[in-house]
């Protein structure tokens, strides 16, 4: 019964004409701008490469369910005052079968709403580390947690939003505001959890680049009338090689199952869009897992089940009766509007992954140590493991980017008298005192959706990405200890925005916080409480540190050339070992090794129209649209193209100790085809030989300064082109070499062919590029002292 009604944009009206974004050459006359092309029918998952077992396992276990077993296997069901487990999203058992369920739960940096668990480095302190090492422990840490608590589906990790919108309320979940750099961790990140076991849901599937508007207004506004979710139009190639670029690096790591997005794609809500779902992710990329929907982004019964989801996760009192599945997606199976194969293809990928990982052998009851009311009996499952103590640390340090230092203010040397001000400094006690799952859950229902919390430190953001750590140490935890060893002298005020300083202080820390939350997007960038509280200090005391926990860009113009204001720090997210990773950064224990994985300009309005999200509905009524015009053109790239100095640039961070570079070598390999087009076996993720290595770039990096340190090197690429649509750099390549004082490393990036390629639009393949590429490596987006070139 085709068509189905899957493009609201289309039922709407949102008909654009024929002029498309003047810089691309759209193909197809009829696919116009802001508008998706149907692509039918859903493609079955196959069993390719090394899902073949799972395959076997899982079609054998299919062809045992009644209709209605099957229909129950793609749902999953919320936690209600009806569940005993905390299991964000439950899928039924059928015990006739031997199949216990599925339990999924929140989310990308630690288990939400449970007991003994540890809070991660948010996301975008994974960013900031430019570790992949670090990335991969991290993931295999956070996973071996949600396992034993019987949780078979991680909500995580994101790699989308990717910071497109600078106020983006989600922005610190994930990595970075470079594609690329999303990509590598995110093949970490997947590579990480699964190795542990868990089901990766990577999300979200795709360009969901705001909060505000990102669903219907009923959902989650309250808005007079009701629109529709913001359609993200976004042309062919900008979404290739921004959008969905880091998923590709996800499915080649074996990701299991993709998270479909709140809001519309040219105009049809991702999760019903079968451009998105059954073209791209299933036909082009060879996704081999299910695609579960965002909580509550479902729109259509049957269009969902033609457009290629597979796993519909309710909203807060969904009800199996009624919902657009469950007993309507048997209905519209038994009348023949979704095809039984298609229902059949949805289970068979949904057990293919759990079979994949495992999860039918060796693993817990699901849910079982995940308790909705802790003040009920339950069982007491510790999910934490002292093995991964140091990988905490380590992952708060590395996320930590200083990047002011003058006059030797740090390290601190064991300083008399030390003032201590702000709101981010100390645990906020008083915060939830019915305490009963973690000591100091961050929630946006308790923060009302400030742009500051100015209740206490700040280690992770709100919503459902937010954890509840058995433990978190703040900064003051921390400096009381170090105090007392070192017989430092203390002062303080947690609260005043113009503190009374003792004037023997040999230093002042100011330790603030820029906050945001799932939901909403950012009021600011930047608030006059805490400029102002700075200022006052500053005004006061000539070695000022300030401190900033903050989940996304913050200007500091408003300061930054105070003679006064010594050093400043971008904190992020650290999740529980904050204070002890502030800390003993602070007095050189370890050496500053982040750099910022975005752009922080000297002012708002530098980021032009990617500054704030697209709020009103005008001219649009009830269909907001936002057209992606700007193309590649995100964070540094818009920077660079606009020639726009930012205070700091993509890729900055400053050190305890200094470091050169020298010795740029490009080395072709030989033995590699340069065929402009790949030619390999599609596996998860595109054609096998796009990972070819047909270039590899070495350089050398020098510790020149007296301390040890880490580096991190970074490549860019210059491809050629009109500079309207090609940026003039963009990253292709980093290493973190840690170096002894005078010690030298060779650092090397291999570039694949896909490293090295553009989306063809026209022949809807990635196309090798041609000419002369520049090469050129440096330890940030702007401090590139090696030049060179690689002719293709
Ligand atoms: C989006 O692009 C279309 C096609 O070029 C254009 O008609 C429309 O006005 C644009 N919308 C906005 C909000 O710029
Ligand atoms: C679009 O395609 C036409 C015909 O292939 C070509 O002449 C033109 O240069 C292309 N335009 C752009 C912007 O690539
Ligand atoms: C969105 O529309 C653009 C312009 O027509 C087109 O290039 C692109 O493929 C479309 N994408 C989706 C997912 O529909
Ligand atoms: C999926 O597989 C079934 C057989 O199991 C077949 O009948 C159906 O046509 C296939 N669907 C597609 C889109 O190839
Ligand atoms: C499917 O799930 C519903 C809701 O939990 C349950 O009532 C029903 O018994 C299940 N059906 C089968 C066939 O397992
Ligand atoms: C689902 O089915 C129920 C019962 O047949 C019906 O009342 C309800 O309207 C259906 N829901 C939708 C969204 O189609
Ligand atoms: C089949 O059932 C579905 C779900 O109840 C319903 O939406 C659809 O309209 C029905 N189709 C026909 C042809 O009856
Ligand atoms: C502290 O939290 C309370 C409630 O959670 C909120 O009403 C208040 O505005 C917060 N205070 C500040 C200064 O942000
Ligand atoms: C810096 O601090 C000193 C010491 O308190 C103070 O006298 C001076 O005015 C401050 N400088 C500025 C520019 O505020
Ligand atoms: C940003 O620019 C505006 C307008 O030019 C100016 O009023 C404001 O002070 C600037 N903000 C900062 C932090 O420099
Ligand atoms: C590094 O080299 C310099 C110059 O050769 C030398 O003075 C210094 O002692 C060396 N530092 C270390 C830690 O080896
Ligand atoms: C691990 C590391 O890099 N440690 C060095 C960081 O910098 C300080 C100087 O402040 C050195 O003392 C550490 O050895």
Same mark, same amino acid.
């Given at each position: 019964m085709l068509p189905f009604a899957t493009r609201i944009g289309v039922l709407c009206l949102v008909f654009y004409g024929v002029e498309a974004k003047a810089n691309y050459?759209?193909?197809?006359?009829?696919?116009?701008?802001?508008?998706?092309?149907?692509? =039918?029918?859903?493609? +079955?998952?196959?069993?390719?490469?090394?899902?073949?077992?799972?395959? $076997?396992?899982?079609?054998?276990?299919?062809?045992?369910?009644?209709?209605? #077993?099957?229909? +129950?296997?793609?749902?999953?069901?919320?936690?209600?005052?009806?569940?005993?487990?905390?299991?964000?999203? %439950?899928? /039924?058992a059928i015990p006739r079968v031997g199949f216990p369920g599925l339990?999924?739960?929140? !989310?990308?940096?630690?288990? %939400?709403? $449970? /007991?003994?668990?540890? &809070?991660?480095?948010?996301?975008?302190?994974?960013?900031?580390?430019?570790?992949?090492?670090? &990335?991969?422990?991290? !993931?295999?840490?956070?996973?071996?947690?949600?396992?034993?608590?019987?949780?078979?589906?991680?909500?995580?990790?994101?790699?989308?939003?990717?910071?497109?919108?600078?106020?983006?309320?989600?922005?610190?979940?994930?990595?970075?505001?470079?594609p690329w750099q999303n990509g590598q961790l995110g093949y970490e990140t997947v590579k990480g959890l699964q190795g542990a076991g868990v089901i990766a849901s990577v999300k979200h599937f795709v360009a969901n680049e705001q909060e505000t508007r990102r669903s219907t207004s009923t959902f989650f506004y309250e808005d007079e009338t009701t629109t529709?979710?913001? *359609?993200? +139009?976004i042309d062919d190639k900008t979404m290739h090689e921004l959008y969905v670029w880091p998923f590709v690096d996800?499915?080649?790591?074996?990701?299991?199952?993709?998270?479909?997005?709140?809001?519309?794609?040219?105009?049809?809500? *991702?999760?019903?869009?079968?451009?998105?779902?059954?073209?791209?992710?299933?036909?082009?990329?060879?996704?081999?897992?299910?695609?579960?929907?965002?909580?509550?982004?479902?729109?259509a019964g049957v269009a969902t089940a033609m457009a290629g989801m597979d796993? !519909?996760?309710?909203? /807060?009192?969904?009800?199996? /009766?009624?919902?657009?599945?469950?007993? +309507?997606?048997?209905? $519209?199976?038994?009348?023949?509007?979704?095809?039984?194969?298609? @229902?059949?293809?949805?289970?068979? %990928?949904?057990? &293919?992954?759990?079979?994949?990982?495992?999860?039918?052998?060796?693993?817990? #009851?699901?849910?079982?140590?995940?308790?909705?009311?802790?003040? @009920?009996?339950?069982?007491?499952?510790? $999910?934490?493991?002292? !093995? =991964?103590?140091?990988?905490?640390?380590q992952g708060a340090i590395e996320g930590h980017v200083l990047v002011k230092n003058v006059n030797n203010a740090l390290p601190l040397k064991k300083p008399k008298m030390l003032g201590v001000?702000?709101?981010?400094? %100390?645990?906020?006690?008083?915060y939830e005192p019915n305490n009963v799952l973690g000591p100091l859950q961050t929630d946006d229902n308790n923060l009302d959706h400030v742009i500051i919390d100015r209740n206490g430190t700040v280690y992770s953001g709100g919503g459902s990405g937010t954890t509840s750590p058995w433990l978190a140490v703040s900064p003051w935890d921390a400096l009381l200890q170090r105090a007392r060893k070192d017989r430092t002298a203390l002062y303080w005020d947690f609260e005043s925005a113009n503190p009374h300083i003792n004037a023997n202080v040999d230093a002042c820390l100011v330790i603030v916080n820029a906050y945001a939350t799932e939901g909403t997007d950012r009021d600011a960038l930047r608030d006059d409480y805490t400029d102002s509280l700075i200022l006052n200090t500053a005004s006061k005391c000539t070695n000022t540190i300030v401190v900033f926990h903050n989940l996304g860009v913050r200007l500091i113009d408003t300061f930054v050339d105070h003679p006064n204001v010594t050093a400043i720090i971008f904190a992020h997210g650290p999740g529980q070992e904050s204070g002890n990773a502030l800390v003993s950064l602070l007095y050189g224990d370890v050496n500053f090794s982040g750099k910022i994985p975005y752009t922080v300009a000297k002012n708002e309005s530098d980021y032009g129209s990617l500054l704030d999200p697209i709020r009103g509905v005008e001219p649009y009524g009830q269909y907001p649209q936002d057209n992606f015009t700007e193309g590649l053109f995100i964070d540094y790239k818009?920077?660079?193209?606009?020639?726009?100095?930012?205070? =700091? #640039?993509?890729?900055?961070?400053?050190?305890?100790?200094?470091?050169?570079?020298?010795? @740029?070598?490009?080395?072709?390999?030989?033995?590699?085809s340069f065929d402009q087009y790949p030619s390999g076996e599609v596996l998860q993720g595109g054609p096998a030989d796009l990972w070819d290595v047909l270039v590899t770039v070495t350089a050398t990096v020098t510790n020149t300064g007296r301390v040890s340190g880490a580096e991190v090197a970074q490549l860019y690429l210059g491809i050629p082109g009109d500079q309207d649509i090609v940026p003039v750099r963009q990253l292709r390549g980093f290493e973190k070499p840690s170096l002894h004082a005078n010690q030298t490393a060779t650092v090397s990036s291999p570039l694949t062919r896909r490293d090295l390629s553009e989306w063809d639009v026209i022949a809807q393949k990635w196309s090798l590029v041609t000419g002369d590429v520049k090469v050129e490596v440096g330890s940030s987006s702007r401090v590139l002292p090696l030049v060179g070139t690689l002719t293709l």
């Open positions: 050459n759209i193909t197809d006359d009829t696919v116009f701008y802001g508008q998706s092309p149907p692509v =039918y029918p859903s493609p +079955n998952g196959t069993g390719i490469g090394d899902w073949a077992d799972a395959y $076997a396992k899982a079609r054998v276990l299919v062809s045992k369910m009644t209709l209605e #077993e099957k229909v +129950n296997i793609t749902i999953s069901i919320p936690m209600g005052e009806d569940h005993v487990t905390g299991c964000e999203g %439950r899928v /039924e339990c999924l739960a929140d !989310a990308g940096h630690g288990l %939400r709403n $449970a /007991e003994l668990v540890s &809070a991660w480095p948010i996301g975008m302190s994974v960013g900031a580390s430019w570790n992949r090492e670090l &990335a991969l422990q991290r !993931a295999t840490g956070m996973g071996a947690e949600f396992k034993k608590k019987g949780v078979n589906v991680i909500f995580g990790p994101i790699i989308g939003p990717q910071g497109r919108i600078v106020k983006g309320g989600r922005n610190w979940e994930g990595f970075s505001s470079d529709q979710a913001i *359609s993200t +139009n996800a499915l080649h790591a074996g990701a299991t199952n993709i998270m479909c997005s709140y809001q519309r794609l040219n105009n049809s809500y *991702s999760c019903q869009n079968s451009k998105v779902l059954n073209g791209l992710l299933k036909t082009e990329l060879n996704f081999q897992g299910f695609v579960i929907t965002d909580w509550g982004a479902q729109h796993s !519909a996760a309710l909203p /807060e009192g969904g009800n199996f /009766e009624t919902m657009l599945w469950g007993l +309507n997606l048997t209905l $519209a199976v038994r009348n023949g509007s979704v095809p039984e194969t298609r @229902l059949d293809d949805m289970v068979t %990928r949904t057990l &293919a992954a759990w079979y994949k990982l495992g999860q039918d052998q060796d693993f817990p #009851e699901p849910g079982i140590g995940f308790q909705a009311d802790t003040t @009920l009996p339950h069982k007491s499952i510790d $999910a934490r493991d002292p !093995a =991964y103590d140091d990988v905490l640390l001000y702000g709101y981010s400094a %100390r645990n906020r006690d008083s818009a920077f660079d193209k606009a020639g726009i100095t930012p205070r =700091y #640039e993509f890729g900055f961070g400053l050190s305890y100790t200094t470091f050169s570079f020298s010795n @740029l070598k490009i080395t072709k390999n030989e033995s590699a």
